[in-house]
Structures are given as C-alpha cells and as structure tokens.
C-alpha cells in the first residue's frame, strides 16, 4: 500500500528554521519525483518546491525561493525540506506527494499524497 507521511511541522518563530520529512513506503520511491505543497487556511493548495527522482534536479515556487531547500535520501525513501528564515505568511499545512517531474509544482500532475503536517510562524 503506497503512504506517505509528513513529520517536522510545529511552531516556529518568525526568522525560524525547521526541517520536514516525508517517508514514502509501498511503491518504487526512487522512480518518481516527489513535491511539497502548501496550504494555508482560506487558501488553494499550492506547489513550493519538487525534486526529481534522482535528486539531480529541483524546483521552487518564487516564494520560497533562496529561503527552502528539498533533497533526499533514496536509500531511506525520504524526502527532506528545510525552511529557513519562515516568515508568518509560511504558515500553512505541508503536504508531500509523488508524481511525475514535469509539472511537479502542480497539484494535478501529483497522484498521490500525504495528510499533511502543520507549520505554524508566529511569535
């Protein structure tokens, strides 16, 4: 059975660093691109950033950019996404899902996802 499950998220303070992780199980995880999105409340789901299958190449949303990195670790069938210098407007539910790279910003290019972990920025 494909699942994955976001870890990392709780509450950060503005300038705040945290690290979220997404553990994939019950498909071929090194095949497919994964991509992290974000929803705030009130909000439509957006894409921020994707990594292909094999790490090699990366994308980010212009909000995040310079500020969040994704990588991962095949051997652990986990992605990571680090999120630096978080500003309130980061706070949002995280999700991870898995699709093809091409679009991977997208959420219709995304077949399957997760139940999300909650990032919150305040002070």
């Known amino acids: 059975q494909l699942q994955l499950v976001e870890s990392g998220g709780g509450l950060v303070q503005p300038g705040g660093s945290l690290r979220l992780s997404c553990a994939a199980s019950?498909?071929?995880?090194?095949?497919?691109?994964i991509g992290w999105f974000r929803q705030a409340p009130g909000k439509e789901r957006e894409g921020i950033s994707c990594i292909s299958y094999s790490g090699g190449s990366t994308k980010y949303a212009d909000s995040v950019k310079g500020r969040f990195t994704i990588s991962r670790d095949n051997a652990k069938n986990t992605v990571y996404l680090q999120m630096n210098s978080l500003k309130p407007e980061d706070t949002a539910v995280y999700y991870c899902?898995?699709?093809?790279?091409?679009?991977?910003?997208?959420?219709?290019?995304?077949?399957?996802w997760g139940q999300g972990t909650l990032v919150t920025v305040s002070s």
């Open positions: 899902a898995t699709g093809a790279f091409s679009g991977c910003l997208s959420r219709n290019a995304m077949a399957y």
């Open positions: 019950g498909f071929s995880f090194d095949h497919y691109a």
